[in-house]
C-alpha cells in the first residue's frame, strides 16, 4: 500500500501541481527503469485527488526513434514533464527507462544473504532461552574443570 510522505501529501491536499510533478520526477530519478510501482503508486495518488491542470495536453513533440535512446535522452524526456506533463510523455519515459537502465540480476549470493538475514531477524531468541544456555555451558565448564582437578590430585 502506498503511503505518501507527509510532503507529497500536502502538496496533493493543497493541489500544488509544480510541487507535485517535482516530486514524481524525483521518484522517476530514484528508479529509472520504473522496476518498483512506487511512480506508478505516486501519480495514482495525484490522480485521485482530481487536480485540474495536473495534466497537460500532449505537445507532439516528435520523439527518437529506440536506436538514439540513451541516458542524456532519458534525462531530457525526464526535465520535460515539467513543461508537459501528460500520459505520453511518461509513458515514453518508461520505455527508455526500461531500455536503456535494464533490471540489475541479483547474484546468488545476494539472494541466499538475503534470505538467510530475513530468517535471523525473525528468530529472535527469548532472554529465559540465552540464560538456560549460559547456565548450561558454565555448569559443563564447572564440571569438566572439577573432573580434571580431580584427575590431577
Request: aromatic residues 12%; glycine residues 4%; negative net charge.
Amino acid at each position: 500500500m502506498f503511503k505518501p510522505s507527509d510532503e507529497f501529501r500536502k502538496d496533493v491536499e493543497e493541489k500544488n501541481i509544480l510541487h507535485i510533478r517535482d516530486e514524481l520526477t524525483t521518484i522517476a530519478h530514484e528508479d529509472r527503469g520504473f522496476y518498483t510501482t512506487k511512480f506508478d503508486d505516486a501519480l495514482a495518488y495525484a490522480k485521485n485527488a482530481n487536480i485540474e491542470g495536473l495534466f497537460d495536453n500532449f505537445d507532439n513533440e516528435t520523439f527518437k526513434p529506440k536506436e538514439e535512446w540513451d541516458r542524456e535522452y532519458w534525462a531530457y524526456i525526464a526535465a520535460s514533464l515539467m513543461d508537459n506533463f501528460c500520459e505520453e510523455r511518461i509513458n515514453h519515459l518508461k520505455e527508455i527507462g526500461r531500455c536503456v537502465y535494464p533490471k540489475p540480476q541479483k547474484t546468488a549470493t545476494e539472494n541466499y544473504e538475503k534470505t538467510r538475514k530475513k530468517e535471523e531477524h525473525g528468530k529472535k531468541q527469548s532472554p529465559i532461552i540465552v540464560l538456560l544456555v549460559a547456565a548450561a555451558a558454565a555448569l559443563l565448564g564447572y564440571t569438566i574443570i572439577g573432573m580434571l582437578t580431580k584427575g590431577t590430585k
